[in-house]
């Protein structure tokens, strides 16, 4: 399969530039959406990316304002699923994505709920793992505990101990290497 093309958005409010991948055909009956964790990106979805693009979907993985590729929002208020969301309709009426299947993950699953109530004739349906309506307090004093609160790793091995650190609640079966993928993944 051929690596996934890359490209930019403008934001809802037309002040950043959001990072995009988009993989299989641009034609495809069906365009399905992934949308990445709080600390995430969306190289998150690589794998599943390739596999429903092999099957003729076009599959489309953002990085939110201030995480990944795209650009940071100079002001803390902008950082919430509100402007996430509002992003990624307006990141579908430039693509000319009129409805999309909404793939999410922890955070990403909170857009497409909000995303699917914002504009339900945009979305088809939607996928989401790692949250659900009611949200358990102990995973928001879970993430609360890490976001922020690290410097910057000096090895792979520094930030693969990190990543493992943060997530082995959610991941208990990952082995070194799982670390080691999931820390490239999430650092430059």
């Given at each position: ?11 809802h409010?037309?002040?950043l ?6 993989y299989g ?9 992934c ?82 109530a ?60 799982d ?10």
């Amino acid at each position: 399969m051929a690596e996934p093309s890359e490209f930019y958005c403008a934001s809802h409010d037309g002040a950043l530039r959001i990072f995009g991948r988009a993989y299989g055909p641009v034609n495809a009956a069906r365009t399905i959406i992934c949308l990445h964790g709080l600390t995430r990106n969306s190289s998150d979805f690589d794998a599943l990316a390739r596999r429903l693009a092999a099957g003729g979907d076009r599959v489309l993985a953002f990085d939110q304002r201030g995480r990944g590729r795209s650009q940071w929002d100079p002001e803390p208020k902008n950082y919430i699923p509100l402007a996430y969301c509002q992003d990624m309709l307006a990141a579908m009426d430039q693509l000319g994505i009129a409805r999309a299947v909404l793939i999410g993950t922890s955070m990403g699953g909170l857009m497409s709920m909000m995303m699917a109530a914002m504009a339900p004739q945009r979305v088809i349906g939607f996928a989401i793992n790692d949250v659900g309506p009611e949200i358990d307090p102990r995973g928001i004093e879970r993430i609360r505990g890490y976001v922020g609160k690290r410097g910057a790793p000096q090895s792979w091995e520094e930030a693969a101990q990190i990543i493992a650190q943060d997530n082995a609640v959610a991941f208990p079966d990952f082995k070194l290497e799982d670390w080691l993928a999931m820390a490239h993944r999430a650092y430059v």
